[in-house]
């Protein structure tokens, strides 16, 4: 899985993402889209290049969430 390499906003820094599942994760990547799945719930990550792109922020959109429903 991806990370963010972002500041924490608020008066804590301290923060912490966990996510409990069953022993059975799976894993895979459609598209953009990197996800991982116990059967039940579903966390998954997408990272599109804006910059330098050939194509505007509507057919990112567009792309984003075409391979967010293919997941």
């Given at each position: ?15 912490a993402d966990?996510?409990?599942a069953?022993?059975?994760i ?16 579903m ?9 330098g792109?050939?194509?505007g922020l ?11 429903f293919a997941?």
């Amino acid at each position: 899985m991806s990370t963010v390499n972002a500041p924490v906003l608020g008066e804590n820094s301290a923060m912490a993402d966990l996510w409990l599942a069953g022993e059975h994760i799976q894993s895979g990547r459609s598209g953009a889209v990197r996800w991982r799945s116990d059967g039940h719930w579903m966390l998954g990550s997408i990272d599109l290049e804006e910059g330098g792109a050939q194509q505007g922020l509507e057919q990112l959109s567009r792309a984003a969430y075409r391979d967010l429903f293919a997941a």
